[in-house]
């Protein structure tokens, strides 16, 4: 168990509206990660932190934003969710080389 | 080209069957290598890293071949609960962050 709680575990929301996605973590990891997950394409990056404040794009940055104003918490955010943005959401930390997910957020765009 | 690929199978292999995963990944310069299970609705869990050597965990071995850049995964004596999704992970760790690529992983149904 890496400590990490993501919030909400489920939502559906409306196209246009803004969504956004917590990520908690309790064991004081520096780095941070969002991914997202969609059959035929595996696990992509969306984006990743690197410290309080210090964010940076991933593979699949276009619509989402990020912040981390603490090391526990990465929130991620989707400023006009499209029904493109349908996917589950995995957050991730680091230890070394090895990367451990959150229990996923499932998000439907209709 | 994808950065890792990997048969998407589903392999249905009967109770105590021995079964084979491959991935091949295509940048020489992929520092890490592991495999994570993913079970259905769930988050991938690590099953293990993958060592230049080979390694192996009870029933599970792992194989590394950087010449070909080739991974494998062999899941001996098949058991019911290790019905699952396996991922092929590759790490290319780039100024302390790490940068991995999934295959779309590999469907395994075992079967009674």
């Known amino acids: 168990d890496a400590g990490i709680t993501q919030s909400p575990r489920h939502k559906v929301t409306e196209t246009g509206t803004p969504v956004t996605l917590r990520c908690h973590q309790t064991?004081?990891?520096?780095?941070m990660y969002w991914y997202r997950q969609d059959p035929g394409h595996g696990l992509r990056l969306i984006h990743y932190?690197?410290?309080?404040?210090?964010?940076d794009k991933g593979e699949v940055s276009d619509g989402y934003s990020v912040s981390r104003s603490k090391t526990e918490d990465f929130l991620l955010t989707l400023e006009s969710a499209t029904s493109s943005q349908t996917s589950v959401y995995f957050c991730?930390?680091?230890?070394?080389?090895?990367?451990?997910f959150g229990e996923g957020s499932w998000l439907t765009v209709v | 080209r994808k950065e890792v690929e990997q048969d998407p199978g589903p392999f249905n292999v009967p109770e105590g069957a021995t079964v084979a995963f491959n991935c091949t990944y295509s940048?020489?310069?992929?520092?890490?290598f592991f495999w994570y299970r993913q079970d259905c609705r769930k988050e991938p869990k690590l099953l293990m890293s993958?060592?230049?050597s080979g390694n192996e965990d009870g029933r599970f071995t792992a194989q590394l071949n950087r010449a070909s850049q080739y991974i494998s995964l062999l899941i001996r004596d098949s058991k019911l609960s290790d019905s699952a999704t396996y991922l092929c992970?590759?790490?290319?760790?780039?100024?302390?962050?790490?940068?991995?690529?999934f295959g779309t992983g590999t469907r395994l149904t075992v079967i009674p």
């Open positions: 940048n020489s310069a992929s520092q890490s």
């Open positions: 992970v590759v790490n290319e760790v780039q100024t302390g962050a790490n940068n991995l690529f």
């Open positions: 991730a930390i680091s230890e070394g080389n090895t990367i451990y």
């Open positions: 993958v060592y230049s």
């Open positions: 064991e004081n990891h520096r780095y």
């Open positions: 932190s690197y410290g309080v404040k210090d964010t």
